[in-house]
T-cell receptor, first 116, second 110 residues
Framework: GAGVSQSPSNKVTEKGKDVELRCDPISGHTALYWYRQRLGQGLEFLIYFQGNSAPDKSGLPSDRFSAERTGESVSTLTIQRTQQEDSAVYLC??????????????FGQGTRLTVV | GENVEQHPSTLSVQEGDSAVIKCTYSDSASNYFPWYKQELGKRPQLIIDIRSNVGEKKDQRIAVTLNKTAKHFSLHITETQPEDSAVYFCAAPSNYQLIWGAGTKLIIKP
């Protein structure tokens, strides 16, 4: 595709339910990042995937959060037993090279999650 | 690890005036400093970046300056226009990823 694609664009869920968010990175991009952005706030790192290496999960806020990625393709972020504080925009980004050494990070449009 | 501080958190300037946003970083080994712009309701997008082997880089009305000794870098926007209204994020590298500043909300007053 032309860019990073995320789905759904909006998700309203009841407290306690599980949700799954999807990210389709740009083809060929080996690095993939998930961020959380609360309203009016900055980018909170959640998890990072690089090729077939073990992911860096150090940013996940609790064990209710998990993410998977198969090779260099689609990634899913799962939030179990959602809480109201999980409400935020979840952004996915991919880059051809490691963003920390000069690889531009391309962001998806985000999934706006609202927990009611 | 890297620590990035960004100031100010909000900046209001008159249309046509210049705007400057500053970031400081802690890791002297950092060598790549991008700036991203996020318009309301949209995704962040790279607008300019600089590597540590140069002190300044310009692209039309925007420029970034880097002071390695003081460990700070700044975004300069000249002749500001309404479309410059957005949140701007700086970042600095830590290993394989970027550490982000908290963001600056730039408001352009007509």
């Amino acid at each position: 595709g032309a860019g990073v694609s995320q789905s759904p664009s909006n998700k309203v869920t009841e407290k306690g339910k599980d949700v799954e968010l999807r990210c389709d990175p740009i083809s060929g991009h080996t690095a993939l990042y998930w961020y959380r952005q609360r309203l009016g706030q900055g980018l909170e790192f959640l998890i990072y995937f690089q090729g077939n290496s073990a992911p860096d999960k150090s940013g996940l806020p609790s064990d209710r959060f998990s993410a998977e990625r198969t090779g260099e393709s689609v990634s899913t972020l799962t939030i179990q037993r959602t809480q109201q504080e999980d409400s935020a925009v979840y952004l996915c980004a991919s880059s051809l090279a490691l963003s920390g050494v000069g690889g531009e990070a391309f962001f998806g449009q985000g999934t706006r999650l609202t927990v009611v | 690890g890297e620590n990035v501080e960004q100031h100010p958190s909000t900046l209001s300037v008159q249309e046509g005036d210049s705007a400057v946003i500053k970031c400081t970083y802690s890791d002297s080994a950092s060598n790549y400093f991008p700036w991203y712009k996020q318009e309301l309701g949209k995704r962040p997008q790279l607008i300019i970046d600089i590597r540590s082997n140069v002190g300044e880089k310009k692209d039309q009305r925007i420029a970034v300056t880097l002071n390695k000794t003081a460990k700070h870098f700044s975004l300069h926007i000249t002749e500001t226009q309404p479309e410059d209204s957005a949140v701007y994020f700086c970042a600095a590298p830590s290993n394989y990823q970027l550490i982000w500043g908290a963001g600056t909300k730039l408001i352009i007053k007509p």
